[in-house]
């Protein structure tokens, strides 16, 4: 008979121990323990089923990964050009962001290219995916949707069905029944996702797991959730914005760096091949704060506009209230500007807001910033026809940044006539049409080429 064993794990880090713990030794939480029961199966030895040898690295093979394309371009760039066969991707956000929209989506594609999908439902009845593939077209033969929540009886399912892709909606309501705690619960999430994954690699079928957030936008469980698996995606936008921007924290098949860019409509999920049109369509023109700046997202550079609005401060403490861009970078920025070009900002209040719901993160676009907050101090508007980017150092210098040609080439294409760029970048630079490069190596000769 199978025997049971009582453990504690920490429900933010899973750290288990035998006896209950007030702190946790590993991540330092308080009172995180939970009692759990584990089933102990009778194990006869380890199964070591391919045993390989080690081998020089120059003598190993390279397999070329045979990706499959989802069929959604914005999801496949992100995933680094394609599904690969039996990877595993965690994909986490906001309840009500669209994850498994986008899944529904990605894999009724699949099915109709004839993959035979399975569709884990563990959060909705059969009726209410039904209902979401008729809006969203998703209704393929090949697509197998399933309402079950545990673990053994899931992979009974993989090993009958043999699917090509799997989904697991989501991760969090699934449980084994080697654990007795309750779904969601680290020793349950751990364990079941080691099963199913183990479980889709052996038959090299790729498996995307939903999982759900914490308040502080972290995926809930263990951190080893996110060991396990080959690529974590987040799909985040903020509320009311019809944007929602799919982004790789994790990747061991290609660059983090990219971004995939969803509009959600009506009919669900509609890629936005040219983020850098839409981003820009609101803009006002001749309003002084706002800012063209170009970021590099992965293989593709985008035009946002950076928002500011620089006012006295009421209070004794000014405000800095920042949304998409670095909270400390406005503030380097910010002091940057009083020291080196006495724009005295200490006592203003700073808001920055980047448009679209867009979260910015390169030093390429300091200069942008700078520029929107210089414009709404000085209240003089910057020419709506110019796009400025570049890196700012703390001595007031304004540094090369990396691949200028194609933010020019951008830049030129949405028909911008000016870049207010670095001057270490002009050389061998080519101009795109009849585009003018105004290079600046300081922010005082910056702030000039502004207004
Ligand atoms: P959903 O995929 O259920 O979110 P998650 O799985 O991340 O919790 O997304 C649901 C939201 O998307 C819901 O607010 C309604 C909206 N939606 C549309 O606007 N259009 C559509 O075609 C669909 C299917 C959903
Ligand atoms: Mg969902």
């Not at 080690?54 to 371009?73: F, H, N």
């Not at 959060?123 to 593939?133: A, D, P, T, V």
């Not at 619960?185 to 052996?202: C, F, G, N, P, T």
Request: aromatic share 6%; with cysteine; proline share 4%.
């Amino acid at each position: 008979m199978a025997k049971t064993r009582t453990i504690y794990s920490c429900q933010s880090c899973g750290h288990t121990s035998h006896k209950w713990l007030g702190k946790c030794p590993d991540c330092g939480g308080w009172n995180s323990f939970v009692e759990e029961k584990v089933v102990e199966e009778k194990k006869s030895g380890r199964v070591r089923d391919n045993v390989e040898s080690p081998q020089p690295i120059s003598r190993l093979v390279m397999a070329e990964e045979d990706r499959v394309k989802t069929g959604i371009a914005e999801l496949d760039r992100v995933l680094g050009g394609g599904l690969v066969p039996g990877s595993a991707v965690l994909i986490g956000g906001d309840p009500g962001i669209g994850k498994s929209t986008l899944l529904l989506q990605a894999t009724g594609m699949l099915a109709e290219s004839g993959v035979k999908v399975l569709y884990v439902t563990g959060e909705e009845s059969m009726r209410q995916i039904r209902l979401r593939g008729e809006r969203l077209k998703a209704l393929s033969d090949g697509l197998l949707v399933y309402s079950e929540t545990s673990v053994e009886r899931i992979i009974d399912a993989i090993k009958e069905i043999k699917p090509g892709a799997i989904v697991i909606d989501s991760i969090q309501a699934v449980y084994t029944e080697a654990f007795e705690s309750s779904p969601g619960s680290v020793s349950q999430i751990r364990e079941s996702a080691a099963r199913l994954i183990a479980h889709a690699k052996s038959f090299g079928a790729p498996v995307f797991l939903v999982g759900h957030v914490t308040k502080d936008g972290a995926i809930a469980g263990p951190k080893v959730l996110e060991h396990m698996v080959d690529t974590v995606l987040y799909f985040e936008g903020e509320r009311g914005h019809a944007f929602r921007i799919l982004r790789a924290v994790k990747n061991r098949y290609g660059s983090v760096m990219e971004i995939g860019v969803f509009e959600m409509k009506d009919k669900g999920l509609v890629e936005v091949s040219n983020p850098s049109e839409i981003f820009l369509a609101e803009r006002p023109r001749d309003s002084s704060g706002s800012a063209v700046v170009s970021s590099l997202e992965g293989t593709r550079t985008i035009l946002v506009e950076v928002q500011s609005l620089v006012c006295p401060t009421l209070f004794g403490m000014p405000r800095r209230t920042v949304v998409g861009v670095d909270y400390n970078k406005v503030i380097l920025l910010a002091a940057v500007l009083e020291k080196k070009a006495g724009i005295a900002l200490a006592n203003h209040d700073i808001f920055i807001k980047v448009a679209g719901g867009m979260r910015l993160d390169e030093p390429a676009i300091d200069l942008g910033v700078l520029a929107s907050m210089t414009s709404n101090f000085l209240d003089k508007p910057i020419d709506p026809s110019t796009v400025i980017f570049g890196e700012v150092g703390l001595a007031g210098e304004v540094r090369a940044i990396s691949q200028v040609e194609p933010r020019v080439r951008e830049a030129s294409k949405l028909g911008f006539q000016r870049c207010i760029l670095p001057k270490d970048n002009l050389k061998g630079l080519k101009k795109p049409g009849d585009m003018k490069l105004d290079g600046v190596s300081n922010i005082k000769e910056a702030i000039e080429k502004f207004f």
